[in-house]
Structure formats: C-alpha cells, structure tokens
C-alpha cells in the first residue's frame, strides 16, 4: 500500500512509522489514522520486526492531536454528533489510539515538540515513551470543552493527571519526566541516535518473550478494568461534546473563521499558568 500520510520503513529488526503531516504539525486526520494502522499490521506480521517506533516528522511536532478542520470529518467540527456517528467516528479514533496497546510487539513513541490532545492519548497507549529536551505536552481538548477520548493517562501516572487534565496545562518534558509519562529525556542533538539505541537493545530480545512479557502486563491493566475505564472516558466525551455551548462556540468559529481564530478565541479565555512559561 503507498502511504500518503506516513512514512515506513524497517531495517535491523526495528519498524518505524512517521507521521509525515508536518506543514500540519502532523495532525491526526482520518486518512493518517487508517494509513497508520495498516502500517502497524504490516510491522506486526513481519517475521523480521520485533520493536516498532512511532515518530513525527519534521522537529516541530510529534503531532498536535486530532485535525479539527479535516474535511473528511462526517460531521464538521463542533456540531452535535448522533449516536450513529459517534459511533463510527469513536470507533476509528478508538482503534487508532488503542491500536499501540493492541499490537503483540513492543511500540515505542519518539517524541519530539508538540505531543497535545489526542496524540497524547496515543502515546500513552504505547508501550515507552521517549522525548527530546524541548518537547511539550499538553490535554489540551480540555480548553474547549472535549473530553478525553482514551484516558489512559491516570493508568500511566495515577492521581497526578488529574491537574493536567482539569486545567489543559501545557507541560514540558522534565515535567512530563518528574511525572513519569515519559521514561527519558534526551539532548535534542542525539535525541534520534539514543531512542533507536534502545529500540535496537530491546529488538535483540527473543521474539517469543517480547510478545509473552508484553501480553502479561497488558493482562494486568485488563484485570483491574482497563478497558471499561477507557470505554466510561468514551462515552464521557460523547456528552461534553453534545451539552456544551463553549464546545459549540469553538466549532462554529473554525467554520466561520478559521482554526487560527478559534484557538486564539481559546487561549484568551484562561490566564497562562507558570507551568506554560516553564
């Protein structure tokens, strides 16, 4: 399959996905999601790859989260969604951002700048998580009224989410460290060398006992009811989307002005926190 949206490529025992949107800052639009996971079957079913890394591509970003403005959105930006189409629309960002957590080989997200909103429901879902010295973080949906719509994040880091998400904080990557979401920060100068280091340390681990040990840790979140958290985080975000007006309000300004307009309208509505400036 040629890919429009990403990159692929393997070599050394060591798949890697590039989220190739940059002049988007690698937003996440429906055909990057569906481009993505027929990726990450194609590194799951090849004999020859034990460890996938999921990158962004350009410095700027990891990515910035869902495409607000994508035009194959079913259902423009901002609008209430019906059952139906929350449905599908949650379905298929529901397997992209599970799709990490899913597959039987270990994943690895390379961070590098921005990581905001649904990419950062993505990266926890993944097995590590690696960032260079000037990343940021963010929930940033948080700010227009969303809901998370994989919340994996309290699973990750327990009770500390909780600020992260009720105020949509930026944060960044010593933060994100101190907090445990991310396992290393490394010097933006050797920040690719060292990542593809660990991911060829792990690759010479036998196949059999990745994939075992993997199935093991993920059975442990399963029995202490993961999946049914993620599913209550869903249908939270359904009602956050359907009953309020700064939600709407956010949706009607991209139509009307832009996204440009309508983050702005966004930001000035909360007073930077000393975190943002960190």
Not at 31 to 48: R, S, V
Not at 107 to 119: D, K, N, Q, S
Not at 218 to 232: K, P, R
């Amino acid at each position: 399959m040629a890919y429009s949206t990403i990159l692929y490529e393997a070599d050394d025992r060591v798949a890697r996905i590039t989220l190739n949107r940059p002049n988007k800052m690698n937003a996440l639009s429906l055909k990057l999601c569906d481009e993505f996971q027929d990726a990450l079957t194609q590194a799951e079913h090849d004999p020859e790859v034990r460890v996938i890394v999921v990158t962004g591509a350009g410095g700027r970003a990891f990515s910035a989260g869902y495409d607000l403005d994508d035009p194959d959105n079913e259902v423009p930006f901002g609008e209430p969604r019906t059952i139906e189409h929350f449905d599908r629309r949650n379905s298929k960002d529901f397997q992209f951002n599970y799709s990490p957590f899913k597959c039987p080989k270990p994943v690895i997200a390379m961070i590098e700048g921005y990581c905001l909103a649904g990419a950062l429901e993505f990266a926890t879902m993944c097995d590590l998580r690696y960032c260079s010295d000037d990343s940021r973080f963010a929930v940033t949906e948080t700010r227009f009224a969303a809901g998370v719509n994989t919340l994996a994040m309290p699973w990750v880091i327990g009770q500390r989410c909780r600020e992260l998400i009720y105020t949509g904080d930026m944060f960044n990557s010593q933060e994100a460290y101190r907090l445990g979401l991310v396992n290393r920060v490394f010097p933006k100068d050797r920040f690719e060398e060292e990542v593809v280091r660990i991911a060829k340390r792990i690759s010479r681990v036998a196949m059999p006992t990745l994939v075992w040990n993997k199935k093991a840790l993920n059975h442990a979140l399963l029995a202490a009811g993961f999946d049914s958290a993620l599913q209550y985080g869903a249908e939270a975000n359904l009602i956050m989307e359907n009953s309020h007006s700064e939600f709407k309000r956010f949706g009607e300004l991209i139509r009307s002005e832009g996204l440009a307009a309508a983050l702005e309208w966004r930001q000035s509505i909360f007073a930077p926190f000393e975190s943002e400036t960190s």
